[in-house]
């Protein structure tokens, strides 16, 4: 007897509850099957996520599933529901059924301890919170305040991960290049709680989220700029902190600043660049030109876009708390993403998301790329602004 063939027991108390953690958003599905057919996972599995199977499980009231129709491998990347007829939001069923999976004490091994290491440390990645401000040593970042225009969050992946704490210093160096008055939390920064949203524990997040929301209106938060699109997305669809407060991710901000002239010009030597669209970003939030702006700022910069952009581009494979569980080396997304910067003839390929940029650069490591680098953004436009402004980024981190 095949999977599709096993016997099915309907569970009338569960069904009732599925339907309302969903909110009913998986009655609309009819079956098409275009989800599983636009799942990544089908490139580079012999078979995909079976959406089409987990959505139906949904509307019978079946938790989960197992083997193709796996919840947990969800990216949330949103292609899905970006091509779905009847524009259901799968994503949020699949979040819906990992909040019952935790009520039902059925997650995959390793989740708790991230939210232990958030709980104790402020940070999904176990680090202690005495190092979360280690980033910015040596560059005499003032505390947030009422003379303040903006608050810079750096995040929990730019604070520890020392890759990506050169993105953190090099968007320093621009905003003090445009003059922007802005401050930090420092070692007091919260977590956003956005690795807690990802694996579906909404009660430990409505706590956070609480937490984080009173700091906000105490200091007086109103526009505060993101690294990650990831913390962007969290702080704009989970947090009412009041009428004045507004998230940016810092591709918005700096797309502001170029086109207000607050920048110097910016130039390079010679360089192909291809873009690789985070899914937070774009198919989230509709935020696909201003990082392109951005890139076509800098002089000396050719952009070549690759197959597969813009509200099709494909996932680097860390969304969907995937950062957290283990992915065989030959089944991530961004193993494939590389392949196709390469064929662009690219030297670089830029992004925008801290996810992203470690996938990538994993990638790399994996396709044995030589020829192509991976780097963010904000450090392309931070070379840009060489000799007016000395880097920050290469600065000493003593």
């Avoid at 450090?379 to 602004?385: A, F, Q, T």
Wanted: aromatic residues 8%.
């Amino acid at each position: 007897m095949g999977e599709d063939d096993e016997p099915l027991t309907l569970d009338d108390a569960l069904w009732d509850r599925i339907v309302q953690i969903t909110s009913g958003a998986a009655a609309a599905c009819y079956q098409c099957g275009a989800c599983t057919a636009v799942c990544p996972w089908g490139l580079v599995r012999s078979e995909s996520i079976n959406v089409r199977k987990l959505m139906r499980r949904s509307q019978l009231g079946l938790q989960g599933g197992n083997g193709a129709a796996d919840p947990w491998l969800c990216t949330t990347c949103g292609y899905c529901k970006a091509l779905c007829p009847r524009g259901v939001d799968i994503p949020g069923v699949i979040h819906s059924l990992r909040r019952e999976a935790w009520r039902q004490n059925a997650v995959p091994k390793g989740l708790r301890s991230l939210l232990w290491d958030v709980h104790w440390d402020g940070n999904p990645w176990g680090q202690p919170p005495s190092q979360r401000f280690a980033w910015a040593r040596g560059l005499d970042l003032e505390t947030f305040g009422p003379n303040h225009d903006l608050l810079f969050y750096a995040g929990c992946s730019a604070s520890y991960d020392r890759r990506l704490q050169k993105v953190a210093r090099a968007l320093v160096a621009i905003l003090r290049a445009a003059g922007v008055r802005f401050g930090v939390l420092g070692e007091a920064e919260p977590c956003c709680g956005e690795g807690v949203l990802a694996v579906g524990n909404d009660e430990y997040l409505e706590e956070i989220v609480a937490a984080n929301t009173r700091l906000f209106r105490e200091i007086g938060a109103r526009k505060v700029m993101t690294v990650s699109p990831h913390c962007f997305d969290i702080f704009s669809s989970h947090y009412t902190v009041g009428e004045e407060f507004r998230p940016v991710h810092y591709t918005q901000f700096l797309a502001e600043l170029v086109s207000g002239g607050r920048l110097p010009p910016l130039a390079i030597d010679p360089l192909v660049v291809t873009y690789q669209d985070p899914c937070y970003l774009g198919r989230k939030h509709d935020i696909y030109e201003q990082p392109r702006s951005v890139l076509q700022a800098v002089d000396g910069l050719e952009l070549r876009e690759m197959d597969n952009n813009r509200e099709q581009g494909l996932c680097c494979g860390g969304g969907g708390g995937r950062m957290w569980m283990e992915t065989p080396a030959q089944e991530r997304f961004a193993l494939l993403r590389v392949k196709k910067a390469a064929a662009t003839g690219a030297q670089v390929l830029a992004t925008a998301c801290p996810a992203c940029l470690a996938c990538l650069d994993d990638g790399l490591k994996v396709a044995g790329e030589e020829s192509m680098r991976v780097m963010d953004i904000a450090e392309i436009v931070e070379m840009g602004l060489v000799p007016a402004l000395e880097p920050v980024a290469q600065g000493a981190m003593r």
